[in-house]
């Protein structure tokens, strides 16, 4: 099992937390019809997770994180938001613990750069998705930048260590 190495610190629960379905996976919404079952994989503190639940006013929206940590802020905003078609619960996308063809939609935001085996969570994604249904990442394949600075080059150095380190992929490729 890798570890996230952002952790699930405050400060970066409010960072995902200002990400939307609208700002950060609008390739996705035309797709979504209101009767779908969805999985968000790596759902963080559900803000994507519960704007996807909206839109499935019939269907159902089930979200997973490996480490029980962020689920409670996701809890916390569904009731919030009296979004009630959505629940969330601990796993891990090298393993899910879903049947075959569970889902219409099975979808990640940047979930596989910080996991240790991304080809494996790929398959997983596929296996519990539905034949015909969709699987959707919107995923970092490798950082860059411009200006290039040597601070954001050591950080990224430091970073790409410590990920390594602790059994993720930070990496992944295209
Ligand atoms: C960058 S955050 C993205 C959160 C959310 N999808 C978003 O975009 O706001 C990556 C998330 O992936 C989760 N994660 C890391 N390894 C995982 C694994 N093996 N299985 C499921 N989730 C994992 C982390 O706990 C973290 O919350």
């Not at 190495?5 to 390739?27: D, E, G």
């Not at 063809?101 to 296996?127: I, K, N, W």
Request: glycine letters at 8%; one cysteine or more.
């Amino acid at each position: 099992m890798s570890v996230y190495v952002a952790n699930h610190h405050s400060s970066v629960l409010k960072m995902h937390s200002w990400r939307t379905a609208q700002n950060s996976i609008p390739y996705l919404l035309p797709s979504i019809k209101p009767d779908m079952k969805i999985l968000d994989v790596g759902c963080g503190p559900g803000t994507i997770a519960v704007d996807l639940a909206k839109l499935v006013p019939s269907g159902h929206l089930t979200g997973v994180e490996y480490l029980a940590a962020p689920l409670e802020a996701a809890r916390s905003h569904a009731a919030r938001e009296q979004v009630q078609n959505i629940d969330f619960r601990v796993g891990d996308v090298h393993a899910l613990e879903f049947a075959d063809g569970s889902f219409d939609v099975v979808h990640a935001h940047q979930v596989l750069q910080h996991v240790r085996d991304p080809v494996q969570g790929l398959r997983e994604m596929r296996r519990v998705a539905r034949k015909g249904g969709i699987v959707a990442l919107r995923e970092s394949a490798s950082m860059t930048w411009y200006p290039d600075m040597p601070v954001l080059r050591e950080w990224k150095d430091l970073h790409m260590r410590v990920s390594k380190a602790r059994g993720g992929n930070p990496d992944p490729g295209s």
